[in-house]
């Protein structure tokens, strides 16, 4: 069975920086038995990230849309895993206000981090968070799950010219902030066929190039990378095809 400090030493064994910006997506199944479970894998991360800035998704895009159109940023929950919702209830955790591609963060700048997603009106849009991954150089961490759970690309496609990943008509979407106020937040949604399924054709490029590091989190893979090598591996691929991204 883990302990939080196995799990530690695992994420210094990896080359994390704990004083940088670390954006998350795990599973907690990969992640084998824990003892405390899910609560002690957010407090290894958060122990280790405590002089930096501890980021996971806290997406809802597939519970908000056309239908039921309104995201609350204090009930509404996150559609991407049990820990993904354990951690944004968490005392001290921010979560930003997009009302699909919301982020849970915790650290000294969170509120700085977060601030400014009601405005962005893609899923990853260039000023929101995972914008802010690309300005920091943040690393990206996949504990148990490969790149097809990177949300990170989504971004890359948004900012670097990828054709056909996202409608041209916008859908008429609301966050309601933490003090009740109902803001409206219309999206352009994700809409290639395949969704982030092709992602996964980026892991031999990163590997061979340098940009992902392998590892191991408990008993699951781990997979590090920093966000600017990575757009720039991504975006020179979106480069050569703007529709690189929407084959196998």
């Known amino acids: 069975m883990h302990t939080k400090q196995d799990l530690i030493n ?3 064994a990896l080359g994390v920086n704990p004083g940088g910006t670390l954006m998350v997506h795990l ?5 084998g038995a824990v003892d405390g479970r899910g609560d002690t894998v957010l407090d290894a991360l958060a122990e280790f990230m405590r002089q930096g800035l501890l980021v996971l998704p806290s997406h809802t895009w597939s519970n908000v849309g056309a239908d039921n159109p309104v995201m609350d940023v204090l009930y509404t929950p996150t559609c991407v895993g049990k820990l993904t919702e354990l951690f944004r209830r968490r005392p ?10 919301s982020v ?14 009601e405005h962005i009106q893609t899923p990853c849009g260039e000023g929101g968070v995972y914008y802010k991954l690309w300005e920091r150089d943040a690393q990206i961490l996949l504990l ?4 097809t759970r990177n949300t990170y690309i989504h971004g890359v496609e948004d900012w670097d010219g990828a054709e056909g990943t996202l409608s041209r008509e916008r859908t008429d979407l609301y966050v309601i902030m933490p003090e009740g106020k ?3 937040t219309p999206q352009y949604r ?20 340098g940009v992902m590091a392998i590892g191991r989190f408990g008993s699951a893979s781990a997979r590090l990378m920093r966000a600017k090598p990575l757009r720039e591996m991504t975006a020179a691929l979106l480069k050569e095809d ?4 929407l084959r196998y």
């Open 10 to 12: 695992a994420l210094e």
């Open 27 to 31: 599973s907690y199944k990969a992640i």
């Open 92 to 101: 001290g955790v921010i979560r930003s206000f997009h009302p699909t591609h």
């Open 104 to 117: 849970a963060a915790l650290g000294a700048d969170a509120e700085a981090f977060v601030s400014g997603e």
């Open 144 to 147: 148990g799950v490969n790149f």
């Open 182 to 184: 109902r803001l409206y």
């Open 190 to 209: 994700h809409c290639a066929p395949l969704g982030s399924e092709t992602f996964s054709k980026l892991e031999p490029d990163a590997l061979r190039q």
């Open 242 to 245: 703007s529709r690189y991204l």
